[in-house]
Nanobody
Framework: VQLQASGGGLVQAGGSLRLSCAAS????????MSWYRQAPGKQRELVAG???????NYAESVKGRFTISRDNAKNTVYLQMNSLKPEDTAAYYC?????????????WGQGTLVTVSS
C-alpha cells in the first residue's frame, strides 16, 4: 500500500491549508488513519487520528483549529488546518494502521511540508 500526501505549502499565520492523503489500494475496515508532524530538531508527534467509524482524537495544541476527516470509499484522509500558527511549521506525514488477522500493518506517506510565516 502506497500513501500519497498532498496539500502542503507556505501560508501566513492565521491562514488555512487542507492536506490530503490517498491510499493506493483498499484498506481493511479495521484501521485508523492519522496525521503526524515533525518539526526540525523535534520528535515526530501525533496531530490527529480517525477510526473507520469516524471517532477522532487530536493533540491538545491543534484542538479547535484542525479537523481530520476521511472518505472510506476513496481510501483518503484529510486534515483541514485553520488559524495556522508559526509553531505548526513541520513536515506532515499521513499514517494508516491496518488491523488484519492478528497483525498490524503500518503504512506511511512521504510527508508534505507546511510552513507558516509570522
Amino acid at each position: 500500500v502506497q500513501l500519497q500526501a498532498s496539500g502542503g505549502g507556505l501560508v501566513q499565520a492565521g491562514g488555512s491549508l487542507r492536506l490530503s492523503c490517498a491510499a493506493s489500494e483498499r484498506i481493511f475496515s479495521i484501521n485508523v488513519m492519522s496525521w503526524y508532524r515533525q518539526a526540525p530538531g523535534k520528535q515526530r508527534e501525533l496531530v490527529a487520528g480517525i477510526t473507520y467509524g469516524g471517532i477522532t482524537n487530536y493533540a491538545e495544541s491543534v484542538k479547535g483549529r484542525f479537523t481530520i476527516s476521511r472518505d472510506n470509499a476513496k481510501n483518503t484522509v484529510y486534515l483541514q488546518m485553520n488559524s495556522l500558527k508559526p509553531e505548526d511549521t513541520a513536515a506532515y506525514y499521513c499514517n494508516i494502521k491496518e488491523y488484519h488477522t492478528g497483525t498490524i500493518n503500518d503504512y506511511w506517506g512521504q510527508g508534505t511540508l507546511v510552513t507558516v510565516s509570522s
